[in-house]
């Protein structure tokens, strides 16, 4: 080979590489130019790449990643016990928790609904308010006095409320939000059971179904809980819908959150608790405990540390054999499809509560 040869040969492998690297250079600056427009398009997640643009897996995992807000429907018998009026103080309080509306139940649901409006008017939030259900579906009456009302007088709130509305505002806001909705039952469950035998697909159209109710691992000293033996046959629809994520917090595991009202008077320096602070100092003693039965739910689905749960069976005895409203539990890691809350992290649990205020 002479030197010319060798020359030539030596320029076009020269040639080659720079326009090698050069078509290199442009790809690389090409997908780098598609990840950036994901990121600032798209947002649907740190993992952006070309391959999973708007695929539902990665905009749930930015959901979670983000911390969006839970669209939250509530179910309760605010009016009887405080707890009610302590829950729903956290929910608009809590800033991941788009409350859409509240439902009543139990007697006087009317009286119970304008309790629920003096505490969103105290938190500054205007949340759709359905008085429902007044009677267990077969059984008598066990709560038809919403004694809270004692305080209304005191505090701004609204009067008039859809009448006859409450279950289809249920069905319609699940249906328009299919997957979306938690429904948080506090209460006797007579509101749900409607739903659900109205419209056999809610149960499976809902995010999860979060409810305070039921004994299910330690039976002592309480081996049947409030809210089931109110309306057994309700509960017992409930329980046999098999709805999607359905997590019970029951009495044995609620019962371990409690604080003296003197200590509640305390803490409770908040606006948006003001209107609970009264009730409180209307209708207890300084000495009374105050257990957080119905907030404690609240509180599970948003933070993870507080309760632990186990997988298996509820079944509603609506016989009695075992006293009314047993909610009679089988575990089964591998199959249930009820999760029960198996213990509380008491400490985690009033640090989440009022982080909020
Ligand atoms: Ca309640």
């Known amino acids: ?10 320029s076009l492998f020269i040639v080659s590489a720079i326009s090698y690297q050069t078509i290199g250079l442009t790809i690389n600056s090409q997908i780098g130019a598609i990840k ?6 798209g947002n649907y997640g740190i993992i952006n790449d070309e391959t999973n643009i708007g695929h539902p897996r990665t905009i749930e995992l930015n959901k979670k990643e983000v911390g969006l807000s839970e669209k939250i429907i509530l179910d309760t018998d605010i009016g009887s016990d405080i707890d009610d009026a302590i829950c729903l103080a956290y929910l608009l309080a809590k800033p991941e928790c788009e409350l859409l509306g509240i439902t009543t139940v139990s007697g006087e649901a009317d009286k119970r609904a304008m309790v629920a409006s003096m505490i969103c008017e105290a938190a500054g939030k205007h949340i759709p308010i359905f008085p429902g259900a007044e009677e267990p579906l077969t059984i008598p009456q066990k709560q ?41 039952a506090i209460g006797p469950l007579t509101n749900i059971a409607l739903l659900f035998k109205i419209d056999p ?40 819908s098999k709805a999607n994520m359905h997590k019970s917090i029951g009495l044995d595991v609620t019962l371990k959150v409690r604080m003296a009202v003197s200590e509640v008077q305390k803490r409770f320096k908040s606006k948006g608790l003001l209107p609970v602070l009264d009730i409180i100092n209307a ?5 009374d405990i105050i257990t957080f039965h119905d907030p404690l739910a609240a509180t599970t689905l948003f933070n993870d540390g507080i309760c632990s749960f186990k997988k298996g069976k509820v079944e509603v005895e609506i016989d009695g054999k075992h006293g009314e409203g047993f909610t009679a539990w089988e575990p089964d890691e591998m199959n249930g499809f009820h999760e029960v809350a198996a213990d509380v992290n008491v400490q985690n649990f009033f640090t989440e509560y009022f982080s909020v205020f």
Not at 1 to 10: E, G, T, Y
Not at 36 to 41: A, F, P, T
């Open 1 to 10: 080979m002479n030197n010319r040869k060798l020359i030539l040969i030596l």
């Open 201 to 240: 697909e809610i149960p499976h159209l809902l995010k999860s179904l979060v409810m305070m109710g039921g004994v299910f691992i330690n039976l002592n000293p309480y081996p049947t809980e409030w809210n089931i033996r109110c309306d057994p046959h309700a509960a017992a629809i409930v329980y046999r």
């Open 283 to 287: 209708l207890y003693k300084p000495t």
């Open 36 to 41: 950036k427009s994901n990121i600032q398009k």
């Open 144 to 184: 038809p006095i919403a004694r809270q009302a004692k305080v209304l007088a005191n505090w701004k709130h609204e009067e008039k409320f859809p009448q006859g509305e409450a279950i289809e505002f249920m069905r319609q806001t699940i249906r328009k939000n299919p997957g979306e909705i938690t429904l948080i």
